[in-house]
C-alpha cells in the first residue's frame, strides 16, 4: 500500500486532510503497528479510488470493544458507483469478526451528502463530537 501514497495523498486532499505523498507510508505504519486497526484501499481500472482505516479499542464506559471508522474517501470523480458502500461493508465484517457490538463514524457537519450516506446504511445520528486543536508544541529548551 505504500506504492498508493500518492493517490492516498489524492484521496486525503479531497477528504480536506491534505497530506504529502512521502508522510504517507509513516501513517500507514503507524496504523498497521496500532494493535488493532485496518487500512484498505478500493481499486479498479482507475487504480486507487477509495481508503477506509478503522479501529477497534477497549472501551470502559461500556465494558466492550468499540469500533471506529476513522477514515473514509472516494476519488470524486467516482462518487456514487458503491465504492464508499463496499468499503463500508468491508469494515463493518471486519469489526463483526472481532465480535464488536458497535461501530462509530464522524462526519463533518458541513457533509450532508454523507449523512445521508451513513443514514441510508443503517446508522444513527448519535450526538456531537467536539474537538481541541492544541497550539504547536515547541521542543523543550535543553
Do not use: C
Request: aromatic residues 8%; hydrophobic residues 40%; proline residues 4%.
Amino acid at each position: 500500500m505504500d506504492s498508493d501514497a500518492a493517490a492516498i495523498s489524492v484521496l486525503l486532499g479531497q477528504l480536506g486532510y491534505p497530506a504529502a505523498p512521502e508522510d504517507i507510508p509513516r501513517r500507514l505504519e503507524a496504523v498497521r503497528n496500532f494493535s488493532d486497526a485496518i487500512a484498505m484501499v478500493a481499486e479498479d481500472h482507475r487504480g486507487v479510488v477509495g481508503i477506509v482505516t478503522a479501529h477497534v479499542f477497549p472501551s470502559i464506559h461500556s465494558g466492550e470493544l468499540r469500533a471506529w471508522l476513522t477514515t473514509i474517501v472516494v476519488l470524486d470523480t467516482a462518487r456514487g458507483e458503491g465504492i464508499g458502500s463496499k468499503l463500508v461493508s468491508y469494515v463493518e465484517d471486519w469489526a463483526t469478526a472481532r465480535n464488536v457490538p458497535a461501530i462509530a463514524v464522524t462526519s463533518g457537519k458541513q457533509r450532508e451528502r454523507t449523512h445521508k450516506f451513513y443514514q441510508v446504511r443503517g446508522y444513527e445520528w448519535t450526538g456531537l463530537r467536539f474537538m481541541k486543536t492544541f497550539a504547536e508544541r515547541k521542543e523543550p529548551a535543553r
